[in-house]
């Protein structure tokens, strides 16, 4: 469902060096644990969780621990009018929790989990960035296709230890993922007019939300990997590489806040196969278009576009709102770009497009940088600087994206 528009809205980040920690071990409060990192002593009131992840940014996910099992819950991108996801994640090798109460109709899950499909790019990076790509059993086909041409996929897909293809969005083949045994799918929550997860949990399918895309905030995205993190018990390494992505993001703000100066910009699509028909503009409620306002720059997509995911607009919509653009963001691969620009020669009418003062994606990882865009927010504001203000960044280049000029 609305496969054209989950391109579109698809951004990019940097790879960085993975973090191979292992997850918490419950013998670290005291307990004894087995090979496979389980309880072999339970005992109630035990805390086997001594890592914690502490949620300072998101707005949509919150965790609590309760000695021998955790909760999270998440608001329902899907259906936001409806009550919130929660899962109930318990410690291997300890009575599992009644799902009564509040625990009533939550996923309950097994931890730390060793048998996962994986449908979102961006739970993709974050299962990489923790070092736990062999629990990988299934793929969505999208995401094996890309390790077919990307080298990191590639990677990914090789340390899975071939993965089995598990289908696409809410065309997963239910047969596939039961045989697999998965104990969670992790899928991108869309938000609202989707209903990926819901159609997953529906059919009897573990679908877990990585809901971080509809973030208002780029470090609240980030902050996701703490959430994918729990699944694994692996809250220190997802705490230790949030707050480096932390740091970086907070260099780069005072960098260039207020020395940008009078810019009217915009965060596009242009590429007809990527499903842009014309162009489609991100406005302000999107994550990139707030970062957009925290580097002090005008955005021409802003009125009247409140929806999370940007808008299409048509040729004499474009003109009219983005007349003034003196920069552009555009979130395909630059040949793809160039393409759709030499294609369509209206797109000269767009100063931004005739001066070449633009920014697109990087060609040669530009899959690895799509999967990686939520995660490596400190790269996607650095590159989006060095762009609209090179002065303030000598000599420096763009990860995910290149210069036009």
């Known amino acids: 469902m609305n496969t054209l528009i989950r391109s579109a809205v698809a951004l990019l980040a940097l790879p960085l060096a993975l973090t191979g920690c292992g997850g ?17 002593d339970y005992a109630e009131g035990r805390d086997y969780f001594p890592d914690k992840a502490t949620v300072t940014e998101s707005e949509l996910w ?17 259906n936001t009018d409806g009550p919130e996801l929660t899962y109930v994640l318990y410690q291997c090798g300890t009575p599992q929790p009644e799902a009564t109460g509040d625990l009533d109709g939550a996923l309950v899950v097994q931890v ?26 299934g793929l969505s086909g999208q995401l094996l296709g890309n390790a077919e041409k990307d080298e ?67 470090l609240a995205s980030a902050e996701w990997i703490k959430m994918v993190a729990a699944f694994y018990n692996a809250e220190a390494a997802a705490n230790t590489e949030f707050d480096a992505i932390k740091a970086r993001y907070d260099e780069v703000v005072p960098t260039v806040s ?34 957009l306002t925290q580097l002090g720059v005008d955005n021409v997509f802003a009125p009247d576009n409140p929806a999370p995911n940007g808008l299409p607009y048509d040729f004499e919509k474009a003109v009219g709102t983005a007349a003034d653009a003196d920069f552009f963001i555009v979130y395909d691969p630059m040949k793809m770009t160039r393409a759709a620009l030499t294609a369509d020669p209206r797109t000269n009418r767009f100063k931004p497009f005739r001066d070449d003062d633009f920014i697109a994606g990087v060609d040669e990882n530009f899959e690895e940088c799509r999967a990686k865009t939520y995660l490596d927010v400190d790269v996607l504001i650095r590159d989006f600087a060095i762009g609209l203000a090179p002065e303030l960044f000598p000599d420096a280049k763009g990860t995910c994206f290149a210069r036009a000029s």
């Open 24 to 40: 918490s071990s419950p013998d670290a409060s005291g307990g004894q644990a087995g090979a496979d990192g389980c309880a072999t």
């Open 258 to 291: 207020g020395k940008i100066g009078n810019r009217e910009a915009g965060y596009l699509c242009v590429a007809p196969e990527r499903g842009c028909e014309f162009m489609h503009g991100h406005g302000a409620e999107t994550l990139v278009g707030r970062l």
């Open 62 to 78: 919150k965790i609590s621990y309760h000695d021998s099992y955790k909760t999270i819950t998440l608001t329902d991108t899907e």
């Open 112 to 137: 730390p989990v060793t048998n996962v499909s994986v449908t979102s790019f961006n739970a993709l990076a974050m299962v990489d960035r923790l070092g736990r790509n062999k629990t990988i059993t």
């Open 152 to 218: 990191w996929y590639a990677g990914v897909a090789e340390a899975a230890g071939k993965p089995m293809s598990i289908g696409e969005y809410t065309d997963l083949n239910k047969e596939a993922v039961l045989g697999l045994k998965n104990q969670v799918i992790l899928m991108s929550g869309f938000g609202k007019g989707f209903d990926d997860i819901s159609n997953a949990r529906a059919a009897g399918m573990p679908g877990v939300s990585v809901s971080n895309r509809l973030e208002r905030h780029a």
